[in-house]
């Protein structure tokens, strides 16, 4: 009962996230998505709805390094990846959507990963 009303409380904060937070060419919006075994990032261009790059605990420059590792430090290593992927792609800027997670743990080792990496938001 309890996981149902978590779900449904955190898909109601996405959404109104969702309604101030938009993604452009020059500024797209960076978003979390979290499981409980792996964290998944994406730039999106909400303009044309389409995702510029991604990067998740499962990616070949991600994989390799996260064995013996805590979840937070896979997740710091996910925000530098996707951080090295921008730059390749010409962006700096972002706006960051934490999809209604709290800021806090996976989700802001993520944030400063990817701010390390140099990304502004």
Known sequence: MARIENRARRERIRKGIRKKIRGTAERPR???FRSNKEIYVQLINDDDGKTIVGASSLSEGVKGDASD????EVSKLVG???ARRAKEAGIELVVFDRSGYRYHGRVKALAEGAREGGLNF
């Open 80 to 82: 530098l990846e996707i």
């Open 69 to 72: 590792r805590s979840k937070s």
């Open 30 to 32: 960076l978003a979390v």
